[in-house]
C-alpha cells in the first residue's frame, strides 16, 4: 500500500538538517555557519522538549497500535526511528564543528580549550576568572546521603570527578552549573598577532577547578559536561480561584521539574560518574540518554561573537523604507490612498511602530486594539502603547500567556501594561490566540474610521529583523470591520459572529479553504484553467492534504513552498503528481503564510498567521485576511514567483526527505532572498 502521509516527526527531522546544511555551505559565511549549528541544537532541543515528550506519554497509553495522529506506526516506532536520524545528524554535526574549526584557523581564528592556553593566556584566564566567574558560581557536591539536585533544563553543568593521588579510594562528585545567564559563553582572549583566540566559559572553569575545590585537598580533577531536556508541556490547573497569571506562573515553575526527556553528556565521561548521575536523576532507559561530543547546549552558538572580518561574516542589508511610506509624513494618510504591504525583514519595522506611535499622539484617535504572542526583550511596542494610554487614548491588549517558551516574558509584560493602565484580556477559554492583529479607530468627520494592521508575524522589533512576515495595512471598511469583530469576540467571548472576508479559525477557516480548493478542482474538470499556491512553515493536517490530493488528481497544478514539516508526498503518480513542494532555507527565517487561488483568473490571495495544521485550523484562534488590492496581488504573486526559481537556497521536498538541491541547470543563479530584497530595491527607484 503507498504511503500517502510522510510522519510529522520525521518531515520536522528532515527540515532540521536543511538547517544543518547551512553548515556544511562553503557560500555561507564562516561565521554564519557557526551560528546555523546554534540554529540547529536549538531546535532539536526544543523537539525533544514538545515532540518527543509528547511521543513518551503516547507511548505510556498505547495498546500495542498507533493512534490516529501518529499513522500505523506505533510511537515506540516513531521513537526508534527519531533515535537513528538524530544520532546520525549529531555526527554528521560534530563533522560540521571541526570543519568550521579548522577553517577558522585558515583565517586565524582559534578556540582554544583549557589545555592550549598559553601562560600568558594562562594570567589573563585566571584573573577573568577571579573577578568574573567564581562570584558566579555556586559547586553542589554530590554523595548518596543526600538528595540529587534538580537541574536545570536551560543550563549546562560540569560533572566533576576529583581524586588524590595520596589516596587513591578518596573519590568525590560534584557539579558546577556554567553561568551562561550571566556571562558570556564566549570569552575572548587578547589577540597575538593578528591571531585571534576564544575560550568558552566551562574551559575558562575547567582550567581553575583547584581554585573552585582549593579547600577539599585533591589534586586531579575531570570535568565534563551534562545538560538535561525535559517535557515543556505546560500543566494548567482548573482552579477557577486563580488568576491565569497565577494559573500559567505555577504551570512554568512545574515545568522546572518535568520528567526527564534526554540526558545528554559528554561521551568520554567516566563510568563510575555517569552511574552516579544516572542513578542519581532516575533515569535507567537508554532513551533517555544520547552520548555527545565535548561541548553541548550549542543553541548558544547563535550568538557566536563576529570577532573577524566582515567577509566572514552576512554584510547586513539594510532594510528598505517602503515606496509609499515617506519619513515624517502620516502612515495612516497614506493608508488611506490604498492599502499597504509591509514586507520584513525588507522593509524597516519602524514604519509599523510609526504607525502606532502617530495613534499614540494623534488628538482624533479613540482607542488601539492589538493582539500580543511574541515580544521583543525591549519592546517599543510596548513602549508606544503605554505613551497612547498617558495620551488619554484606551489601549486593549489580547496578550496570550501560553505562547510556549515566552510564558515568563508574557506574564512580565501583562503585569506592566496592566499598571500602565491598560485593558489587559488574556486571550480566549479553551483557545491559544496566535492571530496577529491591529486596530486604530479614529474620529474623521464625524464618523468612526478604523485602520487594521493584519500580519502572518508577530509584532516583534527583534524577529521582524531575521523572519520573513508580510504585514498588510488597510483601511479597507470589509476587513477593518471583520477585524473589529474579532476584537469584540476576545472581549464577549459568547458573542458568535460571522465573518464574510476574514477567514477565522477555529470557525470558518478550514471549511472556506476547502470550498476554495473544491472550486479549482471543479474548474479543472470543466477544462478550465486551475491552480494552487500555498506557502506555509508546516502542512500536516490530513484532511486539507487529502483535499490537495484530490485535487492534483482532478489536474489541478499545485505548487507549494514549506519551509518546516511536510507531511504531503509530493510527484506520486496517481495521487500527487501536480503538486510540486520545496523549501527554502537561508540567511532568514521563511514564516510567511500565503494562499492563492487561481479562479479563472481573477486570482484569490490570502495572507494567514495559520499554519495548515490541526492545531491552527481547530484549537487557536487564527486569521487569513484577503488582499483586495490587484497592486499588491501582483506583488505577492511576483514575490512567489521569485521563490520558485531559487536555485542556490531551494530544496526538493519529496518521500524521501532527502533534501537534494534544486538544480541549477544551466540557468543563472537565483537565491530568493537576494531577489526580494532587489524587488523592493528597484521599487524605490
Known amino acids: 500500500m503507498k504511503k500517502i502521509f510522510v510522519n510529522r516527526e520525521i518531515s520536522w527531522l528532515s527540515f532540521n538538517d536543511r538547517v544543518l546544511q547551512e553548515a556544511f555551505d562553503s557560500t555561507v559565511p564562516l561565521i554564519q555557519r557557526m551560528r546555523f549549528l546554534g540554529i540547529f541544537s536549538n531546535n532539536l532541543d526544543e523537539f525533544f522538549k514538545v515532540r518527543v515528550a509528547t511521543l513518551k506519554r503516547m507511548m505510556e497509553i498505547e495498546n500495542g497500535g498507533g493512534n490516529g495522529d501518529t499513522g500505523k506506526e506505533s510511537a515506540r516506532q516513531i521513537l526508534d526511528q527519531i533515535q537513528l536520524i538524530v544520532l546520525n545528524q549529531i555526527n554528521k554535526f560534530e563533522n560540521a564543528y571541526q570543519e568550521i574549526l579548522n577553517e577558522l584557523s585558515n583565517h586565524r581564528i582559534y578556540i582554544l580549550n583549557e589545555i592550549e592556553l598559553s601562560r600568558k593566556q594562562g594570567r589573563y584566564i585566571r584573573k577573568y576568572f577571579q573577578a568574573k566567574v567564581l562570584p558566579a558560581i555556586v559547586p553542589v557536591i554530590l554523595n548518596k546521603s543526600t538528595k540529587f539536585p534538580d537541574l536545570d533544563e536551560q543550563s549546562v553543568y560540569l560533572a566533576i570527578k576529583m581524586t588524590c593521588k595520596i589516596d587513591v579510594k578518596a573519590i568525590q562528585y560534584a557539579l558546577v552549573e556554567v553561568p551562561t545567564e550571566q556571562l558570556s559563553r564566549f570569552v575572548i582572549l587578547p589577540s597575538y598577532k593578528k591571531n585571534k583566540y576564544i575560550i568558552l566559559l566551562e574551559d575558562v572553569i575547567r582550567y581553575c577547578l583547584k581554585d573552585v575545590f582549593s579547600t577539599l585537598h585533591f589534586d586531579t580533577f575531570e570535568a565534563h559536561i551534562i545538560k538535561i531536556i525535559r517535557d515543556a508541556e505546560l500543566d494548567i490547573d482548573n482552579d477557577l480561584s486563580k488568576s491565569m497569571i497565577e494559573k500559567v506562573s505555577r504551570g512554568i515553575t512545574r515545568r522546572g521539574s518535568g520528567e526527564a526527556i534526554r540526558f545528554v553528556f559528554d561521551n568520554t565521561i567516566p563510568d563510575d560518574l555517569l552511574k552516579f548521575l544516572l542513578k542519581g536523576m532516575k533515569l535507567d532507559s537508554a532513551d533517555d540518554q544520547m552520548p555527545g561530543g565535548r561541548y553541548h547546549n550549542f543553541k548558544d552558538f547563535m550568538e557566536f561573537p563576529g570577532i573577524a572580518a566582515k567577509r566572514l561574516d552576512y554584510k547586513p542589508d539594510e532594510p528598505l523604507n517602503h515606496a509609499r511610506l515617506k519619513p515624517r509624513d502620516s502612515v495612516m494618510e497614506a493608508v488611506k490612498k490604498g492599502d499597504v504591504l509591509l514586507h520584513f525583514p525588507y522593509h524597516r519595522f519602524s514604519h509599523f511602530i510609526d504607525l502606532l506611535r502617530e495613534a499614540a499622539i494623534d488628538p482624533q484617535v479613540g482607542s488601539i486594539k492589538i493582539t500580543a504572542y511574541r515580544l521583543a526583550k525591549d519592546s517599543k511596542v510596548i513602549n508606544v502603547l503605554i505613551n497612547a494610554v498617558k495620551n488619554n487614548k484606551h489601549v486593549t491588549v489580547i496578550i496570550e500567556l501560553q505562547a510556549r517558551f515566552d510564558e515568563k516574558a508574557n506574564i512580565a509584560w501583562a503585569r506592566k501594561l496592566q499598571e500602565a493602565g491598560v485593558t489587559v484580556i488574556f486571550g480566549v477559554h479553551s483557545l491559544k490566540v496566535h492571530c496577529k492583529l491591529l486596530l486604530i479607530t479614529r474620529k474623521e468627520k464625524r464618523r468612526n474610521v478604523c485602520y487594521a494592521a493584519v500580519s502572518t508575524g508577530n509584532f516583534h522589533e527583534g524577529t521582524a529583523k531575521v523572519y520573513s512576515d508580510i504585514t498588510l495595512i488597510t483601511s479597507d471598511n470589509r476587513i477593518t470591520a471583520e477585524v473589529n469583530k474579532v476584537f469584540e469576540y476576545f472581549s464577549k467571548n459568547d458573542i458568535h459572529c460571522s465573518y464574510k472576508h476574514l477567514l477565522v479559525s477555529p470557525f470558518y477557516m478550514r471549511d472556506k479553504l476547502i470550498k476554495l480548493i473544491e472550486n479549482e478542482i471543479s474548474n479543472a474538470k470543466q477544462g478550465k ?157
Open 529 to 685: 484553467t486551475s491552480g494552487i499556491i500555498l506557502k506555509v512553515n508546516s502542512l500536516v493536517d490530513k484532511e486539507m492534504i487529502k483535499s490537495l490530493y484530490k485535487a492534483s488528481n482532478a489536474g489541478v497544478k499545485i505548487k507549494l513552498v514549506t519551509r518546516g514539516i511536510c507531511s504531503l508526498v509530493p510527484g506520486k503518480k496517481g495521487m500527487s503528481e501536480n503538486i510540486t513542494a520545496i523549501s527554502i532555507v537561508d540567511k532568514y527565517l521563511e514564516h510567511s503564510r500565503i494562499c492563492l487561488f487561481h479562479n479563472e483568473g481573477d486570482e484569490i490571495v490570502y495572507i494567514s498567521s495559520a499554519d495548515w495544521m490541526s492545531r491552527n485550523l481547530d484549537n487557536r484562534l487564527e486569521v487569513s485576511c484577503p488582499v483586495y488590492s490587484p497592486k499588491l496581488k501582483k506583488e505577492i504573486k511576483e514575490i512567489l514567483d521569485i521563490q520558485f526559481k531559487d536555485n542556490t537556497k531551494a530544496r526538493i521536498i519529496n518521500r524521501k526527505q532527502d533534501n537534494h538541491y534544486v538544480s541549477r541547470g544551466n540557468k543563472p543563479e537565483v537565491r530568493a532572498q537576494v531577489g526580494i530584497y532587489r524587488y523592493y530595491e528597484k521599487m524605490l527607484t
